[in-house]
Structure formats: C-alpha cells, structure tokens
C-alpha cells in the first residue's frame, strides 16, 4: 500500500506537471479560438473562408515544428530530465505568445504582421511539440501502478481545459466588448494572458520533482539515452503510436479546434452562439476523461481504442452530415457530445498507451516524435482541408477522409496487444 506521503508527493507532482500542460495548450488554442477575429487584421480580403483558410495555413504550418519539438525536449527529457524539458518549453511558449499579442496589423507594417505570426507560430509549435512527449512520460512515470490510465488522462483534462480557457475568455470579451473592438484590439488580451500564465507555469514546474523513472536511468549509457538511434530499435513501437494516433488527432481536431468554424461557416450560427456550445461540450468531454482512464485501469485499454475506431468510422459522416443541415441548438449539442463521447474513447489514454510501449531511457523520444510527425501530418492539415473541401464544394469529401483514417487506426487497435499487460512502465524499465 502506497504511504500517504508517497500518494502526497505523487500528487503535487501530477498537478505541477498539469497546470503547466493547461497553459502550454491554452496559448496554442487561443489562436484558432480567436482566428476568426484577428484574421483580417493580418490577412485583409472579402472573402471569410478565404481569411480563415490563410489562418489555418499558419495553424498548419506551426504543426510542422511539432516533429522537431518532440525529437528535442524529447531527447532533452531522455537525457537532462522530465523537469528541465517541461520546463523549457513553456517558457517557449510565453515567447511565442508575447509575439502574437504585439505584432502590429497588416495595414500597419504590411508583410511583415503575417511573417511575425508565422514566427511566432513556429515557436509555438516547437514548445507544444516538445510538451505532448514530456508531459505524457511525466505523468505516466509519476502514477502509481494501477492507476496509470485514471492519472495520465489528466493530460487531455488539463489539455481539453487549455481550450475551455481560451473559450471562456472568448465568451467574457464577446460580452464585454463589441465586435468591432474584438476585431481592433480585443483579440489581442488573451494572448498577453498566455505570455503571463506561461511564467506561472514556468515557475511551477521549476519547483516539481523528477521521476524515479528517469533518476534511475541516469546511470545508463548516455549515447542510448534519448537518440534516434536508440528510438528506432523499437520499430514496431513507434509504428503502433503512428497508426494509433492517426484517427485520433484528425477525429479530436475536427471536434474541437474545427469545430467552432464548422459551427459558424457550415451550420450558420453565431459567433457567440458557437462559443457557447463549444465551451459546454469541451467542460463536459474534460470531465469524462478520468473516467474512461479509470475504466481502462480495470478493462484495459485496447476496448476502448476499438470502441473508438468502430464508432468513429461508422459514425463520423452521419454525425457531421446531420450536424451541417440542423438548425436546432439543442440537437447540435447531443451531436457535438456524441461525437466527443467517442473519440474519449482515445484521447484519455493515447498518453499512457504510447508510454507502456518504450523503456525509460528513449520513452520522450519514443511517446513524443513519432506523435509529433503523424500530429503534423493529419491533425494538423485537418482544419486547413477542412476548408479545402469547403472552397471547392465538395464538404462531405471531409467528411469520408476523417473517417476513412479512423478505419486505418481501428485496424492497428485490432493488431495491438495490450499494453496495460505488456507494460515496461510496470515493470520499471
């Protein structure tokens, strides 16, 4: 039985490591939540699909350093330690943030406001890259045997929860301030709150304390720990946290980030009214992670993986479909939590999943690059062919390819063993 100092201990650190994530993905989703404001400050044209595709172009191309934030806080954490990536990272992102909140209007500077956002998305990028494969390993080590899936789904509570407070300050300024004051100048308030909370999480995470996965490791060889080499030892592991991510980060983007331009642009609610429903949906979906990590804890994970890739393909295309041609707000908001209901069926164990798969010393790496190139080539684009799809006409096309990926992920599902039995976080590796 676990000492209560020990459950103590465990526990601060979980919540450090947590509220430092919370923030980290709160400055990444306060530009998608407010992208429908400040798009024609650095992209001015007449057409909104046009301004919001150009936004969603940057959005995409800052998922292009998620691969290399997660070969180098994941090689940083391999070899420096949990703490001093996290740790970095965040302070990445408060940079990245400050930039944001300062870059003058296109009308002002001209090229150079879309230029500055770009940079300032690129680092953006580098740090959340880096955060997903730390965090992940962090709080996976950090759990106690037996209830790795309930206390590693914190990461997507925490993760979810950043967008929940990007979308609650959307709400309190879309009620403060009118539009025209949120499209000048009110947009840019969330991402000085960003730049200052990354500080707090900042000087949290400098005071958490280091696995005794990795203390342990330190004695290992220092040319293993951490390096491409080592990762790619472990093929089939890397392979199953490719394929098994896959649906999973096309079908969460779509549902959440997406979510709020499909409401607006397809569905043809208000701005408000699309942030109202997004945040009720987005409180609920949080608080259901705990519980289907507490569920694989006594099932495993694989049925809840299949559950996920069996209804995700056959529901995705009726769900969207019907949500498109629905007028009713009650009825778009069981559609939208059906729909999150499913994919909570990945999102509140992907993280442990992917860490049961690798030993100590490559298990950044291992749980945050591979995530990192499948998240940059799929979740990442998905918002952006989206609107592809819309532009040219043929929106349902969207619809098929997500669940057409969703297919491709339920196959590895069905392959995969078990991680929760054939563990290496169990047995100390």
């Known amino acids: 039985m676990e000492l209560p100092h020990h459950r103590k201990s465990r526990l601060r650190a979980i919540v450090s490591g ?71 990272s965040v302070l990445l992102m408060s940079f990245g943030s400050l930039v944001i909140a300062l870059t003058p209007s296109y009308n002002s500077i001209g090229i150079a406001a879309p230029v500055l956002l770009l940079t300032a998305r690129l680092l953006q990028g580098l740090s959340v890259g880096g955060e997903y494969g730390t965090a992940a390993t962090y709080l996976s080590e950090m759990a106690g045997t037996g209830r790795r899936g309930f206390y590693s789904s914190f990461q997507y509570v925490t993760l979810i929860g950043g967008q929940l407070i990007a979308v609650g300050i959307q709400l309190l300024l879309q009620n403060i301030l009118s539009t025209a004051e949120m499209q000048n100048w009110g947009w ?30 330190k004695k290992a060889d220092k040319l293993k720990r951490g390096s491409l080499k080592e990762l790619f030892q472990h ?32 569905v043809h609610l ?44 056959v529901c995705t295309v009726p769900i969207l479909t019907t949500l498109s041609t629905t007028t009713d707000l009650f009825a778009v908001f069981l559609l939208m939590m059906c729909a999150l209901v499913i994919v909570s069926g990945y999102t509140s164990i992907n993280a442990v999943v992917k860490a049961e798969l690798f030993p100590a010393k490559i298990r950044a790496l291992g749980v945050g690059f591979p995530y990192s190139v499948t998240v940059a080539l799929f979740g990442g684009t ?48």
């Open 18 to 88: 947590s509220v430092g994530n919370l923030v980290e993905w709160y400055d990444w989703y306060a530009y998608t939540a407010f992208s429908l404001y400040f798009a024609p400050v650095f992209f001015p044209g007449k057409d909104a699909t046009a301004e919001l595709l150009n936004t969603a172009g940057v959005f995409a191309v800052g998922f292009l350093m998620r691969p290399i934030g997660g070969w180098l806080f994941g090689s940083l954490a391999d070899r420096k330690g949990r703490k001093f990536a996290m740790t970095l």
């Open 188 to 217: 840019r308030i969330p991402f000085f709150i960003g730049a200052v909370l990354s500080l707090i999480a900042f000087y949290l995470r400098r005071t958490m304390e280091e696995t005794q996965a990795f203390e342990q490791e």
């Open 235 to 266: 093929p089939r592991a890397i392979a199953t946290v490719v394929g098994l991510t896959l649906g999973g980060t096309i079908a969460f983007y779509t549902y959440t980030t997406y979510m709020q331009k499909f409401l607006v642009n397809t």
């Open 270 to 313: 208000t701005k408000a009214q699309s942030t109202q429903l997004s945040f009720v949906s987005l409180l609920i979906y949080a608080a259901l992670q705990p519980l289907f990590g507490l569920l694989s804890d006594r099932i495993g994970r694989r049925p809840l993986l299949i559950g996920f890739g069996i209804l995700g393909t």
């Open 382 to 429: 998905a918002e952006y062919l989206a609107l592809w799809f819309k532009g040219k006409g043929n929106e349902t096309g969207y619809y098929w390819y997500t669940s057409g990926c969703v297919f491709i992920s339920l196959l590895v599902y069905v392959f995969m063993k078990e991680t929760k039995k054939t563990s290496l976080l169990e047995r100390g590796a």
